[in-house]
């Protein structure tokens, strides 16, 4: 399917060629580098209303209004509702039976003379599917990974290209769309962490699937979103804040993963050098754990997420097996204190050096990195429930020859116990949980946060059987119909178990 793509200059060329389409072009930060392949290829005049730099600060806020920041989400929002306003009011009685009108925009920091800002950039697309339809929309973030300024330039023009194309002639497939944004480009030279769809023509996609693409394609190492299902973009959530993570499957969100994160939470706000009130904190889910059954179940994924934003909890996806990946994905962003809770079991599996094979210097080298930002790990017992037995910081059973390792880092404040944690949780292991739901146990109730009990009954979670009472008032149906997720159907899929 990638290989029968057209390549740029064709796929610019066939935008000027589809005779509905007609708008304007609004870059700001790397000159006209989208607009240009329009130009180049011929036949312009029948596509482009308007091509415009408001490169001077004061000239675009009197274009756009004021804005603290002039690479962010919001002055990219008000380039598109300015330019695609200004395109209706003007065009529409003249053309609008025959046209379908769009407004892109970007805003971009690429690189400086000195190299060092941070360079990446905010683009998208206001458009109409067909004429007089209702409008639709295409956000997204790039990061710009070339070293020189002239091939970031080039790299921004492609993305624009794909993504005009993309929305114009497979805004049909958001999958297909997604894909191909990077076409004749690779990862190494453009990452994309964010993307939202709106609008008429994407009324039934999940916006929280599409950035589970982004991770799964490559196409970014981690994607974020909120409770309420809105997607994030990493940056402007994490920028200069302390961030708190707990990783885990979270199939279900069990009262454990709740406490865990409460008492570390607790501990991390207590640190000298973090203010509580700006701490950021995240439930990670890695793609790892996602494909731990094969291909992604996307009713699963969903599943999981729902029940974590039940619980009003931001949610990470990322393609960071190794802590010390996440470690520096998340100082990436921040250079205020990193903590990251976790069980003693995996505290045991952080120190088998068979995980550090491919690194050069092995275990040492990953550790190396993992706190070299004083980053903190908080550890949650773990009861063995034969003989009653805490498992702890103090008495972690760790191989002879790296224990000297694990004292030091013990000794240092890098890995602390956590002491303020519900006793009764202790019992409660997720896998047992899902085996409860699935084989009709009640007592797993008893396990999980109300609001989380009453969303697995409600929609049938991981198999769970809704309550005889429901089942008398339904009625028999033909066919098994899609799950509505958000504002997306998603088809039926049998949920996979551990």
């Known amino acids: 399917m990638l290989s029968e793509r057209p390549n740029t200059e064709r796929k610019a060329l066939a935008v000027n060629l589809d005779a509905r389409r007609y708008g304007s072009f609004a870059e700001i930060g790397a000159g006209q580098e989208v607009v240009r392949w329009f130009f180049r290829v011929g036949g312009a005049a029948g596509t482009i209303a308007k091509s415009m730099s408001a490169y001077d600060m004061s000239v675009s806020d009197a274009i756009y209004g004021h804005c ?37 925009a970007d805003t971009v920091s690429a690189r400086n003379f000195h190299g060092t800002n941070d360079c990446h950039g905010w683009m998208g697309i206001r458009f109409q599917a067909h004429p007089r339809d209702q409008d639709s929309q295409i956000i997204l973030h790039v990061r710009m990974l070339d070293t020189e300024n002239a091939l970031q330039q080039e790299a921004l ?22 894909e191909s944004l990077l076409d ?5 030279r453009i990452e994309i962490d964010m993307i939202e769809f709106s609008g008429i023509a994407f009324r039934h996609v999940d916006n929280r699937v599409m950035s589970l693409r982004l991770v799964q394609l490559g196409l970014s190492s981690a994607a974020m979103f909120s409770a309420n299902g809105e997607v ?36 991390f706000q207590g640190e000298a050098d973090v203010d509580a009130s700006e701490v950021v904190s995240l439930a990670e889910i890695t793609m790892k754990n996602l494909q731990a059954n094969g291909d992604i179940d996307l009713r699963d994924f969903l599943a999981r997420v729902d029940l974590l934003a039940a619980s009003g909890m931001t949610v990470l996806i990322s393609d960071y097996f190794e802590y010390y990946r996440l470690a520096a994905y998340l100082a990436r962003y921040t250079k205020k204190k990193i903590g990251i809770t ?35 790990l908080y550890i949650y017992p773990l009861l063995d429930r034969k003989s ?19 004292q030091y880092l013990v000794d240092k404040g890098c890995i602390e116990q956590l002491d303020d944690y519900n006793p009764e949780h202790l ?72």
């Open 388 to 406: 009653g037995e805490l498992t702890t910081v103090d008495n972690l059973k760790i191989a002879e020859e790296i224990r000297t390792l694990y």
């Open 68 to 104: 603290e920041r002039y690479v962010c989400r919001q002055r990219l929002q008000d380039m598109l509702d300015h330019e695609h306003a200004l395109n209706l009011e003007r065009l529409r009685e003249s053309r609008g039976d025959t046209t379908a009108f769009f407004a892109f």
């Open 342 to 376: 976790m069980g003693a079991a995996s505290l045991v599996e952080l120190f088998d050096e068979k995980y550090y094979t491919k690194l050069d210097g092995g275990i040492l080298e990953s550790f190396g990195r993992l706190f070299k930002n004083d980053l903190k």
């Open 232 to 267: 994030l973009q990493p940056s402007e959530v994490l920028y200069k804040k302390p961030i708190l993570v707990e990783r885990g499957s979270f199939r279900p969100l069990t009262n454990v993963n709740v406490d865990m994160i409460e008492a570390a939470k607790e501990k």
């Open 184 to 188: 004749n480009l690779s990862t190494r």
């Open 157 to 178: 023009g492609i993305v624009g290209v794909n993504l005009l194309y993309g929305a114009f002639f497979l805004n049909h497939e958001p999958d297909q769309l997604i």
């Open 427 to 498: 019992g409660t292991f997720s896998r047992e949980v899902l085996e409860q739901i699935q084989s009709g146990d009640p007592s797993w109730t008893e396990h999980v946060p109300a609001e989380v009990a009453a969303l697995i009954q409600q929609r049938g979670f991981f198999g769970c059987r809704r309550p005889k009472a429901v089942k008398a008032i339904e009625k028999p149906r033909a066919a098994i119909a899609p799950l509505a997720v958000g504002n997306g159907l998603i088809p039926s899929a049998q949920v996979q178990s551990y």
